[in-house]
């Protein structure tokens, strides 16, 4: 355990807000500046060179998580085929949901995509002047009034954990110890990764019962191995932040709520690089100055706690669905799930029988899970049923199943092996004690399987 040296943008306005249906060019309404400044053919310093510094160079650049440089129009033009495959398959930028109703879109538009084409069909030309080279921009400002630091590295392995399916998949833990005798209220988070490109998730959750304590006391190394949850807490109960894509900020006007005493028990998700790499991380946390009025974000979790899938097999399991008794603001959404889970959604029926998509995954990939924030809070009023789907896949055909052929999985995690967690803020005081309690609630009858009965028949949302 490691004692200290010294969370995710949300929202505002009152709007229900939900994703759009999925779309080919997964759909977006992000202002296009370069639809502008149209020069034929384009050229790097003319056009393409605004393009990648805007959509790429965050995290392809030096000391960034990409793992190659995308920072002069030689680096660009060499990789052209491959970047356009990346764009086109969405796997770059990275970004999971589908729709638009979120902060921090990541993507790279139509009209961007077709200018990178076009130059690299024109023999990538440099354009008038000196070429440009791209430097990324520096971090967004942060106030860091808390800073943690791992006095010891964790060594990370040059390959993953073959016992895969035993649950050994490329996480290590490690719980940092607060002693704050006051509570905290953290608005933001920072994670700086000692070895960035062998980095890929880091996950948080608060802990005052001492369970991430003994997560960490029971075992030798520094930190522990996998990435278990504190208690009945899920792990990214209080944020989730994919490397390279920024800090975990909560919209002005909200805090993750720290008891007195507490660590903050973090889960790194790494992806071995061939050789061992460092994880020695630094996290800061910035907090809501003491004059200021903030409301706490809660948790609530939508999850599914054992699988049994036969190989070769497909399954789409739901969680039970959750009935509110008090409205609610729902500010984002952390979804984990295992390699074989294909796809996942979110869906809110409302009490006058409406229903709505509020997440919609068609490709998900647990190397790239985030805390997803609407760009307006979604409000739900006491009433609404909510439920997770997770769509599985234990064919060969699933390229990210890590067995071929494929075994059968049947595994369990008594607070949800697949589960959407999402951030929830209520509007009255009472809302808030009926938060604080639903979400340890449902954890608890998750354990016991006995959610659905009291919850009644319980229609499935379809
Ligand atoms: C938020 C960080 C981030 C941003 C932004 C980003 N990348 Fe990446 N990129 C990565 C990481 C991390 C990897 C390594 C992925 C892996 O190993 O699975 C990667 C890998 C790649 C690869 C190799 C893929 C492969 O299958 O080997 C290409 C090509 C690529 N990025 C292109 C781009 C382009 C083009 C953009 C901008 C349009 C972009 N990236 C934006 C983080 C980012």
Redesign the pocket.
């Known amino acids: 355990m490691i004692s200290p040296g010294t969370m995710l943008g949300i929202l505002s306005g009152l709007l229900v807000v939900i994703a759009d249906p999925p779309t080919a060019d997964h759909g977006f309404t992000v202002v296009d500046a370069s639809a502008t400044r149209a020069s034929d053919p384009p050229t790097w310093n003319g056009e393409v060179a605004d393009?990648?510094e805007r959509?790429?160079?965050?995290?392809?650049a030096s000391g960034?998580?990409?793992?190659?440089e995308?920072v002069d129009a030689a680096g660009?033009r060499n990789?052209g085929r491959?970047?356009l495959?990346?764009?086109d398959g969405g796997?770059?930028?990275?970004w999971l949901p589908a729709g638009s109703a979120w902060m921090d879109h990541?993507t790279?538009t139509p009209v961007?995509r077709a200018k990178?084409a076009a130059w690299l069909e024109g023999g990538g030309p440099v354009g008038d002047g000196p070429p440009r080279t791209l430097v990324p921009p520096g971090p967004p400002s942060f106030r860091s009034d808390v800073v943690l630091d791992m006095p010891d590295a964790y060594v990370i392995p040059e390959e993953s954990d073959p016992a895969w399916h035993a649950g050994e998949i490329d996480v290590h833990g490690v719980t940092f110890s607060l002693g704050n005798a006051t509570p905290l209220r953290v608005r933001a988070i920072r994670h700086r990764p000692a070895s960035p490109?062998a980095m890929?998730v880091a996950a948080f959750a608060f802990d005052d019962t001492g369970a991430g304590r003994y997560l960490d006391e029971r075992d030798s190394r520094v930190g522990f191995l996998m990435g278990g949850d504190p208690g009945i807490k899920p792990m990214g109960a209080d944020g989730v932040i994919?490397?390279?894509?920024g800090d975990f900020r909560l919209p002005p006007g909200f805090h993750v709520p720290v008891p007195v005493e507490s660590d903050l028990v973090t889960q790194f998700q790494y992806?071995p690089t061939g050789m061992p790499e460092r994880l020695q991380e630094r996290i800061e946390m910035e907090l809501v100055p003491a004059a200021e009025a903030s409301r706490p974000i809660r948790w609530l979790p939508l999850a599914v706690g054992r699988i049994d899938l036969a190989a070769g097999a497909t399954q789409r399991v739901s969680s039970d669905p959750i009935e509110l008794e008090h409205p609610l603001e729902l500010l984002g959404i952390s979804p984990r799930a295992i390699e074989l889970c294909r796809s996942l959604r979110v869906v809110v029926e409302f009490p006058d029988g409406r229903f709505r998509t509020l997440v919609d995954i068609p490709d998900w990939?647990h190397?790239?899970r985030e805390t997803m924030r609407f760009r307006d809070p979604v409000v739900l009023p006491a009433g609404s049923r909510l439920q997770a789907t997770f769509e599985l896949d234990n064919t060969p055909e699933n390229p990210r199943n890590p067995d071929d052929p494929p075994r059968r999985v049947n595994r369990g995690r008594r607070t949800g092996l697949l589960s959407a967690t999402l951030h929830v803020a209520a509007r009255s005081v009472e809302g808030d004690r009926y938060l604080r309690a639903v979400g340890p609630a449902s954890i608890r009858d998750l354990r016991r399987g006995e959610q659905r009965r009291r919850l009644g028949p319980g229609v499935p949302i379809p």
């Open positions: 393009i990648i959509r790429c160079v965050t995290c392809h960034g998580v990409g793992p190659f995308l660009v990789r491959f970047l495959e990346v764009i796997r770059m930028p990275p990541r790279v961007e990178l490109q890929r994919l490397a390279g894509s992806r990939d190397h790239q």
